[in-house]
């Protein structure tokens, strides 16, 4: 492992993310006060379909790239190339279906935006759309092949100037056109300038070791084979709740809600992305350590790693919950602020999937996601189910409590269980009470909150400093009790720092 380039790519990719969050979020409260909800709305169920249509990739790249990896350290340039020329051809393939797809859906689109009053021209806006993602397909070969070599900071910094120079573009065109398709166009203007910087990268760089080979071995074949349907099977479940639930609520709420909501993912999302660079950047060693470790010291470093992400999950989330509806008031404005139930569904909602942070890491480094592999199929199709029956009674709430539910009755049972079994050999009996006590701490934490904050200052800015140092000042006292009183607690913090000396 190259800790340099490692480290490399996290500083520049946490850099770029919160650069990316914030002109993301300028361009939106652009787009809600010169548009309007609806434009926002639309937005958020392209992005949405769109998202559903790329199941024809998942995997796929992932799988090539992983496969890689050990041909790039051995310098076995055949096979590299043999791999780059098979991404290739895979995703000319991708592409065409997703043209055809998406086009042959066309027609349906009016069907999932309800409440839409045809200011916009549906159709229209959808096609742009469309068309920005298709570039991407162009040259994902190439931004794959970059990141196979361990310089992700490359395809970062290519990425991110192009979603900042979108954002910038967006609030020209929004000021002084005011118009949803050239808003759209930015986002093809967007993805030319990063399909045709990629090239120019990868021509000079990384194109030069290739040769005219384009074949691989059977056990080459047989591994990207292998690899592609395990990672498919687990981003499948997670694409059937992410995307469905926005698909969902434009569909049986309406266009507007669907805008109010996605501006609260914007900020949820953003948040998350930067967070979990943290994860991200432990799991080569957490791979490492697997090898080389025993069971038990294994299993150590896995209780560690997950009170950390409690720690982590806790302080933020509750952050979030106490400060969101202020938030979202000040960057967009207070009309599009979501009933408190809806952000508290949202809140839980997201700590339950952050939760799964560490444990989703050392099952991948211990090879143990190959045994839950139909889960994902379980969890996606029991939440769509849910949801699609709770929105008609809840609405929004409703799409959310189905996902928390597929959460408890399936995420949270069996993925720990694979992963003590397989990974650690060890009962988890225990571990599944610590996990479901502190979703309940959580969730407690979240009311007592509610007792502390302070509503009645006027100023909203230092509504949200203060509130804000509330929710940090109780997530302090909460971790504090834990570690004093909790004798497992402390036995696993010493036997970490233990490892340090």
């Given at each position: 492992?190259?800790?340099?380039?490692?480290?490399?790519?996290?500083?520049v990719?946490?850099?770029?993310?919160?650069?990316?969050?914030?002109?993301?979020?300028?361009?939106?409260?652009?787009?809600?006060?010169?548009?309007?909800?609806?434009?926002?709305?639309?937005?958020?169920?392209?992005?949405?379909?769109?998202?559903?249509?790329?199941?024809?990739?998942?995997?796929?790249?992932?799988?090539?790239?992983?496969?890689?990896?050990?041909?790039?350290?051995?310098?076995?340039?055949?096979?590299?190339?043999?791999?780059?020329?098979?991404?290739?051809?895979?995703?000319?393939?991708?592409?065409?279906?997703?043209?055809?797809?998406?086009?042959?859906?066309?027609?349906?689109?009016?069907?999932?935006?309800?409440?839409?009053?045809?200011?916009?021209?549906?159709?229209?806006?959808?096609?742009?759309?469309?068309?920005?993602?298709?570039?991407?397909?162009?040259?994902?070969?190439?931004?794959?092949?970059?990141?196979?070599?361990?310089?992700?900071?490359?395809?970062?910094?290519?990425?991110?100037?192009?979603?900042?120079?979108?954002?910038?573009l967006?609030?020209?065109?929004?000021?002084?056109?005011?118009?949803?398709?050239?808003?759209?166009?930015?986002?093809?203007?967007?993805?030319?300038?990063?399909?045709?910087?990629?090239?120019?990268?990868?021509?000079?760089?990384?194109?030069?070791?290739?040769?005219?080979?384009?074949?691989?071995?059977?056990?080459?074949?047989?591994?990207?084979?292998?690899?592609?349907?395990?990672?498919?099977?687990?981003?499948?479940?997670?694409?059937?709740?992410?995307?469905?639930?926005?698909?969902?609520?434009?569909?049986?709420?309406?266009?507007?809600?669907?805008?109010?909501?996605?501006?609260?993912?914007?900020?949820?999302?953003?948040?998350?992305?930067?967070?979990?660079?943290?994860?991200?950047?432990?799991?080569?060693?957490?791979?490492?350590?697997?090898?080389?470790?025993?069971?038990?010291?294994?299993?150590?470093?896995?209780?560690?790693?997950?009170?950390?992400?409690?720690?982590?999950?806790?302080?933020?989330?509750?952050?979030?919950?106490?400060?969101?509806?202020?938030?979202?008031?000040?960057?967009?404005?207070?009309?599009?602020?979501?009933?408190?139930?809806i952000?508290?569904?949202?809140?839980?909602?997201?700590?339950?999937?952050?939760?799964?942070?560490?444990?989703?890491?050392?099952?991948e480094?211990?090879?143990?996601?190959?045994?839950?592999?139909?889960?994902?199929?379980a969890?996606?199709l029991?939440?769509?189910?849910?949801?699609?029956?709770?929105?008609?009674?809840?609405?929004?709430?409703?799409?959310?409590i189905?996902?928390?539910?597929?959460?408890?009755?399936?995420?949270?049972?069996?993925?720990?269980?694979?992963?003590?079994?397989?990974g650690?050999?060890?009962?988890?009996?225990?571990?599944?009470?610590?996990?479901?006590?502190?979703?309940?701490?959580?969730?407690?934490?979240?009311?007592?909150?509610?007792?502390?904050k302070?509503?009645?200052?006027?100023?909203?800015?230092?509504?949200?400093?203060?509130?804000?140092?509330?929710?940090?000042?109780?997530?302090?006292?909460i971790?504090?009790?834990?570690?004093?009183?909790?004798?497992?607690?402390?036995?696993?913090?010493?036997?970490?720092?233990?490892?340090?000396?």
């Open positions: 492992m190259n800790k340099k380039k490692a480290m490399t790519n996290i500083i990719s946490t850099i770029f993310r919160v650069l990316v969050l914030i002109s993301g979020l300028i361009a939106r409260r652009y787009l809600i006060n010169t548009l309007g909800e609806e434009a926002t709305g639309l937005f958020s169920l392209f992005t949405s379909i769109i998202g559903f249509l790329s199941i024809a990739e998942l995997g796929i790249g992932t799988a090539i790239t992983f496969s890689m990896y050990k041909p790039i350290v051995n310098g076995d340039q055949d096979t590299i190339s043999g791999l780059y020329y098979l991404y290739r051809k895979i995703y000319r393939i991708i592409l065409i279906i997703i043209v055809v797809v998406g086009l042959s859906i066309t027609p349906l689109i009016p069907y999932f935006a309800d409440g839409n009053t045809g200011t916009y021209n549906i159709y229209l806006t959808y096609v742009l759309f469309l068309s920005s993602t298709l570039i991407t397909y162009i040259y994902a070969h190439k931004t794959a092949f970059i990141n196979a070599h361990m310089d992700n900071y490359v395809t970062s910094i290519i990425r991110s100037s192009g979603l900042i120079l979108e954002s910038i967006q609030v020209i065109v929004l000021i002084k056109f005011k118009s949803f398709n050239l808003f759209l166009t930015t986002l093809i203007i967007s993805n030319l300038l990063q399909w045709i910087t990629t090239s120019i990268i990868f021509k000079r760089k990384y194109s030069l070791g290739l040769t005219k080979n384009k074949e691989l071995t059977k056990e080459v074949k047989k591994e990207v084979k292998n690899k592609t349907k395990a990672i498919f099977m687990h981003k499948i479940g997670g694409l059937l709740v992410t995307t469905t639930d926005s698909i969902i609520i434009g569909a049986f709420v309406s266009i507007i809600f669907l805008g109010r909501y996605s501006n609260y993912m914007l900020i949820m999302t953003g948040m998350i992305s930067v967070l979990s660079l943290i994860f991200t950047s432990i799991a080569s060693v957490i791979g490492q350590s697997y090898a080389k470790s025993t069971k038990d010291e294994f299993h150590q470093q896995y209780l560690f790693a997950y009170f950390l992400n409690f720690i982590i999950a806790l302080v933020f989330f509750l952050g979030f919950w106490a400060i969101i509806n202020d938030l979202i008031a000040i960057i967009f404005n207070s009309e599009v602020i979501l009933d408190k139930s952000v508290f569904f949202i809140t839980v909602t997201y700590f339950m999937n952050f939760m799964r942070q560490a444990m989703i890491i050392f099952r480094a211990s090879g143990t996601f190959y045994y839950d592999r139909y889960k994902p199929l969890e996606g029991l939440n769509l189910i849910l949801s699609l029956i709770l929105v008609r009674f809840l609405g929004i709430s409703g799409v959310l189905g996902t928390i539910i597929t959460n408890l009755t399936i995420c949270m049972p069996i993925e720990p269980y694979v992963l003590y079994k397989y650690f050999e060890k009962s988890v009996k225990r571990y599944q009470i610590v996990n479901y006590g502190l979703l309940v701490l959580f969730i407690l934490t979240l009311f007592l909150f509610n007792i502390f302070i509503d009645t200052i006027s100023n909203i800015f230092l509504r949200v400093i203060t509130n804000g140092l509330i929710s940090v000042a109780i997530s302090v006292l971790i504090t009790i834990l570690i004093i009183f909790n004798k497992n607690i402390k036995k696993i913090i010493a036997n970490y720092f233990k490892k340090l000396k």
